[in-house]
């Protein structure tokens, strides 16, 4: 499988506070992106970093990305209860079918106000 | 943006029959369509990519004549599931890749979840 893995699963913190969740993957990688995923619904795009990249912010989001150690990191600042929600890192990479996403297990984050 | 609209969002089937989700690309072209499932609490695992046009590409492990898939036209992709059972209950999401935008990631849609009783 080229599933990745995230940790830790799960993730319970105060509002204001950073929450970190961490990625690894197990091939080479065109990019890696973060998603957003509330309770039984779609999910959203949040950051796409590229292979050549290390660090990318947008907003209060900031992910880097460390390609020799095949791992990268999403770093929400000053979290909100709306932030409440599962996160998966998914990266893509070229096969002969198309550039396919693998996601990884996902972190499910709780913002307590 | 882009948007990937799914129907049914919930649909509850008896055991025995099939059951067809659609998904529709509102305001672009999607020539692919990526098909996955998702069990509570648990990571997307990817069934299979549909091109519009041709035969859908399969992951291994998936049932090609279970999970039938369609891609009529560059705005619908359809999944059916035949011959529904218990353990075909699922959440079900669509995703149509980036229209070639720097930096753009994925469109889902938002999700299906089927009930087998």
């Known amino acids: 499988s080229q599933q990745g893995e995230e940790d830790p699963q799960a993730l319970s913190i105060q509002e204001g506070e950073n929450a970190t969740m961490n990625c690894s993957y197990k091939t080479s990688i065109n990019n890696l992106q973060w998603y957003r995923q509330n309770s039984g619904r779609g999910l959203v795009h949040l950051i796409l970093?590229?292979?050549?990249?290390r660090e990318k912010h947008s907003g209060r989001l900031r992910v880097t990305l460390d390609t020799s150690k095949k791992s990268s990191s999403l770093l929400i600042t000053a979290s909100r209860a709306a932030d409440t929600a599962s996160y998966f890192c998914a990266t893509a990479y070229m096969k002969s079918s198309g550039d396919k996403l693998t996601f990884g297990t996902g972190t499910r984050l709780a913002v307590r106000p | 943006g882009a948007v990937v609209s799914q129907h049914p969002s919930r649909v509850i089937c008896k055991s025995g029959t099939s059951v067809k989700i659609e998904c529709r690309s509102l305001?672009?072209?999607?020539?692919?369509m990526f098909w996955y499932r998702q069990f509570p609490k648990k990571s997307l695992m990817l069934m299979a990519t549909?091109?519009?046009?041709?035969?859908?590409?399969?992951e291994q492990g998936v049932e090609k004549d279970k999970f039938l898939i369609n891609h009529a036209s560059l705005t619908l992709s359809t999944l059916t599931v035949t011959s529904a059972h218990p353990e075909d209950s699922s959440f079900y999401i669509c995703?149509?890749?980036?229209?070639?935008?720097?930096?753009?990631?994925?469109?889902f849609g938002s999700g299906t979840r089927l009930t087998v009783v």
């Open positions: 995703s149509a890749p980036p229209r070639g935008i720097p930096n753009y990631g994925y469109t």
């Open positions: 305001d672009f072209q999607a020539t692919t």
């Open positions: 549909s091109n519009e046009g041709s035969k859908a590409t399969y």
């Open positions: 970093i590229r292979s050549n990249e």
